[in-house]
């Protein structure tokens, strides 16, 4: 499978930390889009899937995939015309993960789940990605899945699924969430309250999570990503509305 990874390298266009960074994914040297052109599942039997890093763990910067520029670049996210960073909440830094996105997904705004109760959030399906080594942006993982939370962020439905490297040196223990907490004690209860508290800061209230803040097991996310890769097919196809998203690659 690494043959196949190493073939994704970065383009960076512009200066970290300003409105006009971005961070441009190529195949073999052609530019693709990291939303539409890069494979969810890295392998036949679907159980290795590739992640793209927007954020690297304990960075602040908040990095994402631009839904509406051409080839849908990594850029930071602007609000109110300023450039928007996590806060440090104690006693964490910055991003406590690597987080980032699942290509070729989407949370469908149009489409309330019945569990959540709430929409999704028109955006590629969320990751957690806790293995020891930091990624950097645009990176691609290649990746198992262990578990899902379904946090509810201002009312839409917004997953988290959690996620370990193929590489790393406790993939092979780690198969589904109740071996996150036997081998990294503590860190789901972490994530939990991060987000739960990161926008704090901003002046916004505490986020809420379904479930009672429960991480469902690994069956459970790969219906969830199953469920948002065929919403991404009815997005590319014609099926929903755009929401202003650029599928032209």
């Known amino acids: 499978m690494s043959s196949s990874f190493s073939k994704y390298t970065q383009r960076l266009v512009g200066t970290p930390n300003t409105p006009d960074f971005r961070v441009f994914i190529e195949e073999n040297g052609k530019p693709i889009s990291p939303f539409h052109d890069v494979p969810l ?22 990095m994402e995939i631009s839904k509406e ?13 300023r450039l928007r ?16 996105a699942f290509p070729q ?28 080594a930091v990624g950097y942006v645009g990176q691609i993982k290649q990746v198992k899945v262990l578990g899902v939370m379904a946090l509810l962020d201002e009312g839409e439905t917004d997953w988290k699924v959690i996620v370990i490297d193929i590489n790393d040196p406790l993939e092979s223990r780690l198969h589904d969430v109740e071996d996150v907490e036997k081998h990294l004690p503590g860190l789901i209860r972490a994530t939990n309250e991060w987000f739960r508290i990161y926008k704090i800061p901003d002046g916004k209230p505490e986020n809420t999570f379904a479930f009672s803040g429960e991480c469902k097991n690994k069956k459970y996310a790969m219906e969830i990503i199953q469920e948002c890769s065929e919403s991404w097919d009815r997005l590319i196809s014609g099926g929903s509305d755009l929401r202003g998203i650029n599928w032209n690659v």
């Not at 590739?50 to 910067?61: C, L």
């Not at 960073?85 to 006693?91: A, D, G, K, M, W």
């Open 41 to 62: 599942y890295a392998n036949a039997e679907k159980t290795v899937l590739n992640m793209i890093v927007e954020v690297p763990r304990w960075t602040n910067a908040k």
């Open 69 to 81: 520029e051409l080839l849908n670049p990594i850029k930071q996210d602007v609000k109110k015309g």
């Open 85 to 100: 960073y996590v806060r440090n909440c104690f006693p964490h830094h910055g991003y406590i993960w690597n987080y980032g």
């Open 105 to 132: 997904t989407w949370e469908d705004p149009n489409h309330l789940h019945p569990e959540t109760k709430a929409k999704g959030d028109n955006d590629p399906l969320d990751v957690c990605e806790i293995g020891e």
